[in-house]
């Protein structure tokens, strides 16, 4: 008979490690005046409250991930920044109906259990709820070896928030000659990087050796809850978008009423660094405004007179500019021009 004794662990699955990672995320995201601040973290269901003061509260809910940037992370070994990247991409949709972030989870699937690495994910995760004042309620850990290759991991995150049933955006809120304000992106955000890695290849670059590139493809994505909740409250915004992949047009139209279109001037849009380098390696402007952001992170619509009561709510890396604006027709939008690459 064969004595040879079987485990888990021989087999790749180490559940001692998973559990020290849950402490860890218990521990460090914890401790205010002595207390757990999430003390659900590690058990099989996150319970949290639904705010007070809401008279008809909705439930909007959000899913998303950060793509092959992980693999960017993977090649500069850094990965701080992915975990704000991974809130900001749920959350950030979010506030486009108008709900307030209110919890977040996240589901990390990794080859083999490396805490070093877990741990930096997992304190950008927190920051990026900081930013976005939700709390990260729980969430799940699966070591996975034979599904990944050495090394290799992917992150999901989910996001759930709350609105008052009489204050969700609808498109019957955007009205004719409406104001199509850009806000600014801090950069590609979390879309787009399978054509970035792809250029990156056929050119031959290494990002390690690249001081610009290094410093611009992991930076974390814009966070827009804070100012555009504000403006939410105020009643200063009559719509709103944020630009992911398929880039501006196939975004904001997603937003536009039948019968009207978001004429949207490209001359007037600000562009990054980042967009010209590599429209300048090879990527046409079709493909460009197709698959990134191009600098515009958000699109706001708003009532023209309050363009100025808008604008002061952003700091000044982030303050909205007019692209368009709302007229009839029926194409949903229209790009007028081309976008400055120079």
């Known amino acids: 008979m064969n004595k040879k004794k079987f485990t888990y662990k021989k087999s790749g699955v180490n559940i001692n490690a998973a559990d020290n990672f849950v402490n860890f995320i218990s521990n460090v995201s914890s401790k205010k005046k002595g207390k757990k601040k999430f003390s659900n973290i590690g058990g099989f269901g996150s319970i949290t409250s639904i ?55 996240d589901y990390i699937s990794i080859n083999k259990i490396n805490l070093k690495k877990l741990k930096s994910i997992i304190k950008g995760i927190l920051k990026g709820c900081k930013i976005s004042g939700c709390e990260l309620v729980g969430g799940e850990t699966a070591e996975m070896p034979g599904t990944y290759d050495k090394g290799k ?33 801090s950069g590609l955000h979390s879309n787009g990087f399978s054509l970035v890695r792809h250029v990156l290849n056929q050119r031959k670059i290494n990002i390690k050796k690249n001081k610009f590139l290094k410093s611009e493809l992991l930076k974390p994505t814009k966070i827009y809850v804070d100012e555009v909740l504000k403006l939410i409250n105020k009643n200063l915004i009559n719509g709103c978008a944020n630009i992911t992949g398929g880039g501006l047009s196939d975004n904001i139209k997603r937003i536009i009423p039948d019968k009207m279109v978001a004429d949207i001037n490209l001359n007037h849009i600000k562009t990054l660094s980042i967009f010209k380098w590599l ?36 700091s000044r890396y982030h303050k909205p500019y007019v692209i368009g604006k709302i007229s009839k027709g029926i194409n949903k939008v229209k790009l007028n021009g081309s976008i400055n690459w120079s």
Request: overall charge positive.
């Open 279 to 314: 429209k300048k390696n090879g990527i046409s402007e079709k493909e460009m405004l197709k698959t990134f952001n191009c600098g515009v992170g958000f699109c706001l619509i708003i009532n023209p007179k309050n363009l100025k009561k808008v604008t002061k709510y952003f």
């Open 51 to 105: 705010p007070q003061g809401i008279n008809r509260p909705q439930i909007v809910a959000c899913t998303d991930g950060v793509g092959t940037k992980i693999e960017i992370a993977n090649t500069l070994n850094k990965y701080d920044t992915i975990g704000i990247d991974l809130v900001a991409m749920s959350v950030n949709d979010l506030i486009v109906q108008g709900a307030r972030p209110l919890l977040f989870l």
């Open 153 to 185: 991991f992917d992150i999901a995150g989910f996001a759930v928030g709350v609105i008052d049933k009489k204050k969700i955006l609808t498109k019957k809120k955007i009205k004719k000659n409406n104001l199509i304000l850009a806000v600014p992106s």
